[in-house]
């Protein structure tokens, strides 16, 4: 049990250090590797056809690119660590919750995941093969607001009706709440 906390702290360095050694890899070798590919000089075959349009493109149009999608994994990295800590955290707190049942954790981590791809607009999906779709912003009417706001009022209604009583709490709730 004494090796409990050092396996903790292990995983912790691990995780938090791993960005950064990729941060720094990609900051050291990234754009040599990428210039390779683009001139198709690496002993890899695979490699050098990832870049198949070099006439089309120049070659800071793909390191863009490249930069583009190696910070956008970090940060989908960085997040999406935070949601399993997040989630580790809840199943610590609360273990008879039904949000810390395992089905139920693994598709809201899943589901936070793919937000997050659309939120930082990362090219991953695009790398699938048949996919088809692209990601475009498409401004939503205004009454589309309401619907996230809607849990919270009806949990506003709920906890200000359950306990009458508590005069100062409910007021308080009704005015944060808005």
């Known amino acids: 049990m004494p ?10 360095v691990l ?10 890899g990609y900051a050291l070798w990234g754009h040599e590797l990428v210039r390779r590919m683009y001139e198709q000089t690496l002993p890899l075959t695979a490699l050098n056809q990832l870049i198949k ?17 190696v910070w956008g994994l970090l940060l989908l990295y960085l997040a999406a660590g935070g949601l399993a800590w997040g989630a ?14 395992p089905l139920w954790t693994s598709i809201l981590l899943a589901t936070g995941g793919y937000w997050l791809v659309f939120l930082l607009q990362l090219p ?13 912003l498409t401004p939503l009417p205004w009454w589309w607001l309401g619907l996230p706001l809607l849990p919270l009022v009806a949990w506003l209604v709920v906890a200000v009706m359950g306990q ?8 308080l709730l009704l005015i944060l709440g808005g």
């Open 164 to 171: 009458p009583g508590r005069v100062g709490r409910n007021l």
């Open 53 to 69: 349009r070099q006439a089309q493109h120049p070659l800071s149009y793909y390191l863009g690119k490249a930069d583009q999608a």
């Open 124 to 136: 991953l999906l695009q790398l699938l093969p048949h996919w088809f779709w692209s990601l475009a």
């Open 3 to 12: 090796f409990r906390h050092l396996k903790v702290r292990a995983g912790l």
């Open 15 to 24: 995780g938090l250090t791993s960005p950064l050694l990729a941060a720094i």
């Open 88 to 101: 580790v955290w809840w199943r610590r707190r609360w273990p008879a919750a039904l949000v810390a049942q």
